[in-house]
C-alpha cells in the first residue's frame, strides 16, 4: 500500500492552510458579523495558531478578501450545480434565480457576509474592487442566461442588459427587506419572488412590481 511521507503531508497541509482559513473566515463573518469577530476566533475555527494565520495573511483586509473570494467561489460553484440538470435555457435561468433568491435572500449567513461588504467598501477599494469584479460577472452570467433563452424563443427579445441590471437591483432591494421582513425568506414567499423576477424577462414593461 501507497502512503504519502510526513514531509509530503505536511507540505500538503501547509498548501491547504490559507484555503481553510478563508474559509473558516467567511464562517466566523457570516456567524458573527464583521464587528463581532476577531482573528483569534477564525485561527480557532481553522485550528490553527494566530502565528499561523500572520504566516498566510498578513493583515485582517487580506484574510478578509481571501473569506470574499470564498463567497465567490461558492456561489459560482452552486449556481453551475443548480442549473446542470435543466434541459431548456429558460429553465437554466429560472433554477438560477432560485438559486440566488434561496443563497442570497434567505440564507441569513451569506446575507450577513454580503451586507457586511458592502459597509465595509464603502471605505475600502479593495473591498470594493473585489465585489465589483464578482458583481460583473454575476450579470454577465445572468446576461448569457438571457440571451440564451431569448435566442431560443422562450422569451422575447429585449435589452438582456438591462433587464439583468434591474434583477439585480431588485435581488440587492429584497436582501435589505429580508433583515426586517423575516417572511422574505419563507419557502412560498421565495417561490413567489422568484417567478415575479423571471416576469422580468418575459413582459416588454421591465419596471414591473416584484409584490
Known amino acids: 500500500m501507497r502512503t504519502t511521507s510526513p514531509r509530503r503531508d505536511a507540505t500538503r497541509r501547509s498548501a491547504e492552510r490559507p484555503d481553510r482559513l478563508a474559509a473558516a473566515a467567511f464562517e466566523v463573518l457570516a456567524d458573527r458579523g464583521f464587528d463581532g469577530a476577531n482573528l483569534d476566533d477564525i485561527a480557532a475555527a481553522a485550528g490553527v495558531t494566530k ?34 440538470a435543466a434541459r431548456t435555457p429558460a429553465e437554466r435561468l429560472h433554477r438560477a434565480l432560485a438559486f ?85 425568506a419563507d419557502a412560498a414567499e421565495q417561490a413567489r419572488i422568484v417567478e415575479s423576477l423571471y416576469g422580468i424577462f418575459e413582459r416588454p414593461s421591465v419596471g414591473r412590481s416584484l409584490r
Open 51 to 84: 502565528g499561523s494565520l500572520y504566516w498566510h495573511y498578513e493583515n485582517k483586509l487580506e484574510l478578509l478578501l481571501a473569506a470574499c473570494r470564498h463567497y465567490y467561489r461558492r456561489w459560482e460553484a452552486g449556481i453551475h450545480a443548480a442549473i446542470a
Open 100 to 184: 440566488s433568491v434561496a443563497s442570497c435572500v434567505a440564507d441569513r449567513r451569506n446575507r450577513r457576509f454580503t451586507t457586511g461588504i458592502f459597509m465595509r467598501m464603502q471605505d475600502d477599494a479593495a473591498v470594493r474592487s473585489s465585489w465589483a469584479q464578482f458583481y460583473a460577472s454575476v450579470r454577465e452570467f445572468y446576461v448569457g442566461l438571457v440571451r440564451a433563452a431569448q435566442t431560443s424563443g422562450e422569451l422575447p427579445p429585449q435589452d438582456a442588459r438591462r433587464q439583468v441590471d434591474l434583477m439585480l437591483e431588485a435581488m440587492e432591494g429584497l436582501k435589505v427587506r429580508a433583515g426586517f421582513e423575516p417572511a422574505v
